[in-house]
């Protein structure tokens, strides 16, 4: 069993990347939106700070109250839009209610649209063009395997999951023409997902149920790619990160599998500092064909 470490080869990506921040004049400003106080989004957000700051970019964080009126949500992020001094706007999810929160992301500047969430980017993905912000889960998933040496083309891939952030644009990655993979998308009215994930050849667990996937799920030889954080409060009063997979039921049957922590994770903030830096050249009138791919 291979396990599929994020940690460095995250760190790997970001060396790389380093080289491109070195020029002269002001560095990448990256801006978060977080409404409300979920825990779970002030951690990734302080994470996905300090990760920017410490390459030498500039974080930015507005917060507002749960029952904020909405055309605060809309005027802040009609000032980052206007704003030449910022690169990257990151609307933090979730916010309160689904359909607000599309309306959020739709409300981003696509050119500054770093988590690749808005309808312009969905639908270059969807049609398979470059050229748009790719969501950052999804290149993190491409970007792991890859460096792992785990081919995708022709592969059977099944998601478990078909949310904005996650499972939709992953799909349309791996089906287009750059990857190659047969995917099949899986949801709560799946019929029979336990037979539908053991068909897969890569199976990717985004649902956010804690140990939803268990060892009569995956075949052998399988790989596993977990993308769940799930917060687990354990008898004693501690809580546990925990992913969608049963990692110890499972891992011995896998050909490879990703770790929770320190799989998906790490890879997702560092695919977030390509976008940033991606948006900030595009910003400063680089053509977008002498920018690196992001996949
Ligand atoms: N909430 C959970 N994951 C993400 C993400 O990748 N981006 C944003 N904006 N919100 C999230």
Redo the contacts with the bound molecule.
């Keep these: 069993m291979q396990l599929l470490e994020g940690k460095s080869v995250a760190e790997e990506y970001l060396r790389r990347l380093r080289p491109r921040l070195a020029v002269p004049g002001r560095p990448p400003c990256l801006a978060f939106l977080r409404v409300g106080d979920n825990p779970a ?1 002030l951690l ?1 957000v302080n994470r996905k700070k300090s990760l920017a700051e410490s390459l030498g970019m500039r974080a930015l964080e507005r917060q507002l109250p749960l029952d904020a009126p909405e055309g605060e949500i809309f005027s802040q992020l009609a000032r980052w839009n206007g704003d030449p001094a910022v690169d990257g706007i ?5 916010l309160p209610g689904a359909e607000l929160q599309e309306r959020a992301f739709a409300a981003v500047d696509p050119l500054k649209d770093v ?1 690749g ?1 808005h309808p312009r980017n969905q639908g270059l993905l969807a049609l398979d063009r470059p050229g748009g912000f790719v ?3 999804a290149l993190a998933i491409l970007h792991l395997l890859r460096a792992h040496g785990i081919g995708l083309a022709g592969q059977h891939a099944v998601i478990i999951g078909r949310s904005t ?1 996650v499972g939709r644009p992953l799909a349309l990655l791996l089906q287009g023409r750059r990857v190659n993979a047969t995917v099949t998308v899986c949801h709560r009215q799946s019929r029979d997902l336990a037979a539908l994930c053991r068909s897969a050849d890569v199976l990717i667990a985004a649902a956010g149920s804690a140990h939803l996937v268990g060892p009569d799920w995956v075949r052998d030889g399988a790989v596993v790619v977990d993308v769940g954080q799930n917060v687990l409060s354990l008898p004693g009063g501690g809580r546990r990160l925990v992913g969608d997979v049963d990692f110890a039921a499972i891992a011995p049957r896998c050909r490879a599998i990703t770790p929770v922590p320190g799989g998906v994770g790490p890879m ?1 903030v560092a695919m977030l500092m390509g976008n940033v830096l991606r948006a900030w050249e595009l910003a400063r009138g680089m053509a977008v064909d002498s920018i690196p791919q992001s996949y």
């Design positions: 989004s990734y990151l609307v933090q999810a979730p988590d969430f969501p950052c889960t952030i997702t």
